[in-house]
């Protein structure tokens, strides 16, 4: 299994940035996938997942920290998953890793039920 990440670059406070994480080698369709962020020095945390409801549908999650200026989304049919990030702070500035599920007994916003990560793409949001 490999996930891919991209879309990561340099960008000005305020300005939007689109993620996109595309998986191979299994299908995620039913799984929860999710977007994680790690900064310089510190530890690698929680920014959104989306979790299979049922049908075509699927649950978004996001931390406090960016509910309302990120939108996670996925398509059935695809296995990929984005993360449209808007009005963009110098404090999001991180290494983001998509992650896919392996473990659905943990928590969505636990790392402990990702057991398939991406190779991290820089974000670099300047004030």
């Known amino acids: 299994v490999q996930l891919q990440a991209s879309g990561g670059g340099l960008v000005q406070a305020g300005d939007s940035l689109r993620l996109s994480c595309a998986a191979s080698g299994r299908t995620f369709s039913t799984s929860a996938m999710a977007w994680f962020r790690q900064a310089p020095g510190k530890e690698r945390e929680f920014v959104a997942a989306?979790?299979?409801?049922?049908?075509?549908?699927?649950?978004?999650d996001y931390a406090d920290s960016v509910k309302a200026r990120f939108i996670i989304s996925r398509e059935y049919t695809k296995n990929t998953v984005a993360l449209q990030m808007n009005s963009l702070k110098p404090e999001d500035t991180a290494v983001y890793y998509c992650?896919?599920?392996?473990?659905?007994?943990?928590?969505?916003?636990?790392?402990?039920?990702?057991?398939?990560w991406g190779q991290g793409t820089l974000v670099t949001v300047s004030s």
């Open positions: 989306t979790a299979w409801t049922g049908g075509r549908t699927y649950y978004g």
């Open positions: 992650a896919a599920e392996g473990s659905p007994r943990e928590p969505l916003r636990s790392r402990a039920r990702y057991d398939y």
